[in-house]
């Protein structure tokens, strides 16, 4: 069992201290590979190994003067290391270890949001399995329509999560790219084995072309991904808002003890989790979008979409695991009404089981068209004079002549709306 109050911080991975110490092994990563192939004394790898550090608010005194973050990250490592930092930095450009370092910090964040996920989805599975033939009306267009389950409704959240891990780990794959390539990406003042062993050794595959940077189409797709992971997490939380609504009330997110709903009105209890949720989904589709803008860029490499990512890259990641967080405890701690759910499917007098009417008396002989009309004219009786659709149907000789009272009670039995439930769930790997 995944704990999900155990997992790391995703604000660490963005923090400032965690950019800059992927920089740092970035950077000795490339010494070690330059040693290798004899273009550094292995001692002075080692020097620089040993000494290696940096000081952030050293950094910003100096990034204050130079206006130029990797430059001022580069003076003060140097600070530490003393004559040896020479080597730092060899052939490379700022971009080598700005992309090279994001990349790292999107696929750390992608493993802490799967972890979220497959929590979240595990949450989902069990009150999958609690309420797996509980029923509860079908709505479509917002309109009663058939019986169906609440365990149902959180299979098919299950499989949707399902789907969104399969295009994060996808996304994961994508992003977890690495290029030490140099100014124009040609390697012209690097080797290849330097590039192939800095990235095998922070994890990441090599870029196959560069161009300085890393084409930002990979980015894009990343952060599509956590959109569309947001946007399910938004469509889950505004059915737990509907449902919620009074004159439904067939679940309702947690509300705790002490917890107040409304400044002016003592009574209300609002789905304020679900409600953040939905917000918040909005925030990361549009940086989603920014993200798409930043693909297009003068000769496949200019500046424009650095100042972009500092702010969308970090912010969608880290509220993607917030909602994360916040979903799997509104649906831990679901309060789901059954009875409720019970009295809505009562609410249309029978009208549910119209089509397994119609349906019976197609199988009877009678025209499809036929028998909507005749199925229809009760329906409208019973809703438009609030009157019990069995009993209409029950006294309508045209249905009579074709089916028996026998029947008619097979036909008004709620349970044919479970029947296959066993197998969904089966199909969709709940069992």
Known sequence: MINRYTLPEMGAVWSEENKLRNWLKIEIAACEGWAQIGKIPSEAVAAIRERADFDVRRIQEIEAEVHHDVIAFLTNVGEYVGDESKYIHLGMTSSDILDTGIAMQMRDSADLILEKLKYLQSAVAQKAGKYKYTLNIGRTHGIHGEPSTFGLKMALWYSELQRNMERLQEAREVIAYGAISGAVGNLAHLDPRVEGYVCQSLDLKTCAVSTQIIQRDRHAQFMTTLAVIASSLEKMATEIRNLQRTEILEAEEPFRKGQKGSSAMPHKRNPMMSERVAGLSRVIRGNALAAMENVALWHERDLTHS?????????????????????????????????????????????????????????????????????????????????????????????????????????????????????????????
């Open 307 to 431: 100042s972009v990512e500092r702010v969308i890259i970090p912010d969608s990641c880290i509220l993607l695991h917030y909602m994360l967080d916040k979903f799997t405890a509104i649906i831990e701690g679901l309060v789901v009404y059954e009875d409720k759910m019970t009295e809505n499917i009562d609410k249309t007098r029978g009208l549910v089981f119209s089509q397994e009417l119609m349906l019976s008396l197609v199988v009877k002989g009678l025209l499809r068209e036929d028998a909507y009309r005749v199925v229809q004219r009760n329906a409208m009786r019973s809703w438009n004079e609030r009157l019990d659709f069995k009993e209409l149907v029950l006294k309508d000789q045209e249905i009579m002549n074709l089916l028996s009272a026998e029947e008619i009670e097979q036909i008004f039995d709620l349970s044919i709306y479970t029947a296959n439930v066993d197998y969904i769930f089966r199909r969709c790997g709940l069992e």
